[in-house]
């Protein structure tokens, strides 16, 4: 499975980006998932998306703001992000696992980064 994130940028506090992450190869049933490192700081998970989209993870800190979403038939996931704060100024990765769980936060699979920059 490769995966590979596009949609970052710079944008104004209060304003929205969507991030995109295209996947190749093996894709069927994995679940996938947004992840987050902000300089200083250690990676955390933003989102996660099971296979057919019924279940879905959200980090409280972008609960309400932030919404994941794929497509399968386009092999693609998506997060939409509102209302942007300073401190969701990190680089953001997508990621891809066989297995779905809630509370999962190790995935086999990693795209490269994308960068968001939010400015106050």
């Known amino acids: 499975v490769q995966l590979q994130a596009s949609g970052g940028g710079l944008v104004q506090a209060g304003g929205s980006l969507r991030l995109s992450c295209v996947t190749s190869?093996?894709?069927?049933?994995?679940?996938l998932a947004w992840f987050r490192r902000a300089p200083g700081k250690e990676r955390e998970i933003v989102s996660a998306?099971?296979?057919?989209?019924?279940?879905?993870f959200y980090a409280d800190s972008v609960r309400g703001r932030f919404t994941i979403s794929r497509d399968n038939a386009l092999a693609t996931v998506y997060l939409q992000m509102n209302s942007l704060r300073p401190e969701d100024t990190a680089v953001y990765y997508c990621?891809?696992?066989?297995?779905?769980?809630?509370?999962?936060?190790?995935?086999?699979?990693w795209g490269q980064g994308t960068q968001v920059t939010v400015s106050s």
């Open positions: 990621a891809a696992d066989p297995i779905w769980d809630l509370t999962k936060r190790e995935y086999q699979y």
């Open positions: 190869g093996r894709f069927s049933g994995y679940a």
């Open positions: 998306i099971s296979w057919r989209g019924g279940s879905a």
